[in-house]
């Protein structure tokens, strides 16, 4: 069976501050995707990025960043100085075999 | 705006009533996504359709089903709706089959209440 786990369940940060959030995948198969999505107040979700378990390269952009790592099966997620915008719950997915499996989601609440 | 368009964005209803819940996907995208989000069960995946045909299925329930029409729109349906069905459904849409090499696009969900 394939988990998610995000353990975080809230986290409340001050603008610019950075900030990481945590996931844990639970998975027998050797190819596998990592996905992580964004859910802001308004409730439509949105896709950030996906990584094939070949892939440990880590990956950046903008203010965002990614860090795969195939020995503690996790895939965490930074946000370098954060902004009020980025205020959202944020989903983590394993997705193999066609079929996706989330996490809980972490709500991530940026003050000004 | 993902070009997803779901229909309708709210839906009341009863204890064992039936509805369905209906998606555009985004022109030109072949594939389509059902998702269901609740208080109790989280984000699951529920079934995907590919040009048509069935391609995978994730937690869906027996009283529920799903179709894709030769426009490539979905429908969801639900029946012997029961208090625990009440959430937020989503439908995705991708150009190719599958999320390996293809971008998903979400559509804005349709809020079901079984009262």
């Known amino acids: 069976a394939q988990k998610v786990t995000q353990a975080q369940t809230e986290i409340s940060v001050v603008e610019k501050e950075d900030v990481t959030l945590d996931c844990v995948y639970e998975?027998?198969?050797?190819?596998?995707?990592l996905f992580w999505y964004k859910q802001p107040p308004s409730g439509e979700l949105v896709f950030l990025i996906r990584r094939n378990s070949f892939d440990e390269q880590n990956e950046i952009s903008g203010r965002y960043s990614w860090n795969f790592q195939k020995s503690t099966s996790s895939f965490n997620f930074t946000i370098t100085a954060s902004q009020v915008v980025d205020s959202a719950v944020y989903f983590c997915?394993?997705?193999?075999?066609?079929?996706?499996?989330f996490g809980d989601g972490t709500t991530l609440t940026v003050k000004p | 705006d993902s070009g997803v368009t779901q229909t309708p964005k709210h839906l009341i209803t009863a204890t064992g009533q039936r509805v369905t819940l209906r998606c555009s996907p985004r022109s030109g995208d072949l594939s389509v996504y059902w998702y269901q989000q609740s208080l109790d069960q989280g984000l699951q995946f529920l079934i995907q359709y590919y040009n048509g045909e069935e391609r995978a299925k994730g937690n869906i329930l027996e009283r529920f089903s799903a179709q894709q029409f030769p426009d490539l729109h979905s429908e969801l349906n639900l029946s012997s709706l029961e208090l625990g069905d009440s959430a937020l459904y989503f439908c995705?849409?991708?150009?190719?089959?599958?999320?390996?090499?293809?971008?998903?696009?979400f559509g804005p969900g349709t809020r079901l209440t079984v009262l």
């Open positions: 998975t027998r198969d050797t190819t596998y995707y």
């Open positions: 997915a394993l997705y193999n075999a066609g079929k996706s499996t």
């Open positions: 995705a849409s991708s150009a190719g089959g599958g999320l390996a090499n293809n971008e998903q696009f």
